[in-house]
């Protein structure tokens, strides 16, 4: 990942010298445990841990050079290991083990790490989306559908939607990272015949991981579970976006992005003050939905296991957890400095000359004895009618001889407080939400 998108305290997860320390304290627990069976006597395990070297620039360097040499990441690092905390205590490292047991192990540490980072993110967007739908709650707008006036709607109960949205990619994450926070320490083909499963225990125990039963490697459709839900993370994220590029429209103007006092938004044009955080948004979503291919191609590997996966891995995990990492610290932003135009909703409310009511009509008319569908022609005609002619729909309706029984009735049908007075179900729902969370 290139550094634009990538923030440091999830970078740092994924960096060579992470990799090399968690792989380190794998080796070193398995040590331990294989002393406490009796196998590795306790002072070699105990010198294991004290001799274990630091893992820095230079210990990382060494690594890859000796890697090199014998073209194998884990044995490169294991001979460093061995080599810097000495004989006979240094011999015992990596006893019983294959390298998968070490990476995979490692790698569940760091995703569930990387997860945590991601659940941390998600919950304050869903906290920036709650607080401004609580400021918009009484603010009403127009709904779109097909980019098309529709009915209104509350602008709040719009953002609480996306609230409610964010909070089922929670749980996605959730259920992502109880998947991938799992070891395995069972050998070459998972048959622990050559490790004690007391050993798995004892490391995965320790790393607060889950030991689960395994061929070589641990299953990579709990990896795809991961980066589905980093992809739907992205997804949401852009569906956010692209609403607020759509309002911030010069047509529409209901909302701006946030602008610095310094920042340009054209390098030509100094009026420009364009969408480009949401748009940037919208596209990096598009990487996160890629790597979900990636993640599933990676499930389908050659008996106990093959190496397809790995080369993929080394790139599609990292890479989204720092956009999703990203995407839901920038979204958050979005939202806390989200300029909303409170005028320039009601203006446009009533840009469509009222027809937005046009469904209360064509009820009060049925109910007053109408066909439907003789009901829905005279409505239909008469907003037409109200565009052309550039008037209000409700003083061309009254020229309408056969809406003549509803006119006592359209009081309450042009009446926008009757229209949203149901609408805000997200809101409660989102408060809802919040008192269980606090509860």
Known sequence: MIERYALPEMARLFDDAARLRTWLEVELLATEAWAELGVVPTADAKLARENAPI?????????????????????????????????PAGAWIHYGLTSSDVVDTALGVTLARAADLLLDASTALVEALTRRAHELED?????????????????????????????????????????????????????????????????????????????????????????????????????????????????????????????????????????????????????LRGYVQAGLEDVALWHERDISHSSVERVALPDASLLAY???????????????????????????HGVVFSQPVLLALVAAGLERDVAYRIVQRAARRAFEEDRRFR?????????APVRA?????????????????????????GRREEG
Do not use: W
């Open 326 to 352: 990203y995407v839901l610290r920038q979204a958050t932003r979005l939202v806390d400095g989200l300029v909303v135009h409170r005028d320039r909703m009601a203006a446009n409310l009533e840009a469509s």
């Open 55 to 87: 893992v820095d620039d230079a210990f990382v360097a060494e690594v890859a050079a000796r890697e090199a040499v014998v073209d194998h990441d884990m044995a490169a690092f294991v001979d460093v290991v061995q080599a810097r905390i000495g004989q």
């Open 395 to 403: 003083d061309v309706l009254e020229e309408e001889p056969e809406a």
């Open 409 to 433: 009735a359209l009081e309450a049908a042009f009446d926008v407080g009757r229209s949203v007075a149901r609408a805000r179900g997200a809101i409660d729902a989102l408060d809802a939400l």
């Open 139 to 287: 603010v009403v707008m127009v709904g779109r559908t097909h980019g098309i006036h529709a009915e209104p709607i509350v602008a709040g109960n719009k953002l609480a939607l996306f609230a409610l949205q964010v909070d089922r990619d929670r749980t996605r994450l959730r259920r992502a990272r109880s998947a991938i926070a799992v070891g395995k320490l069972s050998g070459a083909v998972g048959t622990y015949s050559n490790v004690d499963p007391a050993v798995e225990r004892h490391v995965c125990g320790a790393l607060a991981l889950e030991a689960v039963p395994a061929t070589q490697v641990v299953a990579r459709d709990r990896h795809a579970e991961y980066l589905y839900a980093c992809a739907s993370v992205g997804a949401t994220v852009e569906a956010l976006a692209t609403e607020v590029r759509h309002l911030q429209r010069t047509e529409v103007a209901e909302v701006q992005e946030p602008f610095g006092a310094g920042q340009k938004g054209s390098s030509a044009m100094p009026h420009k003050r364009n969408p480009v955080l949401s748009e940037r948004l919208s596209g990096l979503a598009r990487l």
